[in-house]
């Protein structure tokens, strides 16, 4: 668990910088600004400029997959090519999919790793889906969650 603490505070500010007026629906107040560190010399104002295809492949992308620290081979093995699904392509085959076996010993969350904790990312998709669950709802779902 010690290198993937140190990965993250490579790759992330995490200091908790909390807005004092925006709240989740929780009342949990939410986390502002850029979490990610960039490579050197590079600004949040170059990337906004460059198309996807060069932050791809110069490597920029400030948020790379996080190995699972529960892996053995070190590193997630599935690319979900994502960007396929924007476009409305089908798939090769079959898509793999996570499990959730361990979800709670893997901070942080979401491809990107933009939650770390599991009440944050139940409230983001609470909110993106518009499922409208109760707070006792989503303390079931982080529950749930916690148990695999």
Do not use: W
Request: with cysteine.
């Amino acid at each position: 668990m010690q290198a993937q603490r140190k990965l993250l505070d490579q790759r992330y500010n995490l200091q908790a910088n909390l807005d004092p007026q925006a709240k989740m629906s929780c009342g949990k107040p939410f986390a502002v600004g850029p979490t990610a560190r960039l490579a050197q010399g590079v600004t949040r104002e170059r990337l906004a400029q460059m198309k996807p295809e060069e932050i791809s492949a110069q490597g920029l992308f400030p948020y790379p997959t996080l190995p699972h620290p529960l892996q053995s081979n070190g590193g997630q093995v599935f690319h979900l090519h994502t960007e396929r699904f924007l476009k409305n392509e089908p798939p090769d085959g079959p898509i793999k999919a996570f499990t959730l076996r361990g979800t709670k010993d893997g901070p942080p969350y979401l491809h990107d790793g933009r939650y770390l904790t599991l009440e944050d990312t139940a409230e983001f998709f609470n909110l993106v889906l518009q499922l409208r669950l109760t707070p006792q709802e989503k303390t079931d779902v982080v529950e749930f969650m916690r148990q695999l």
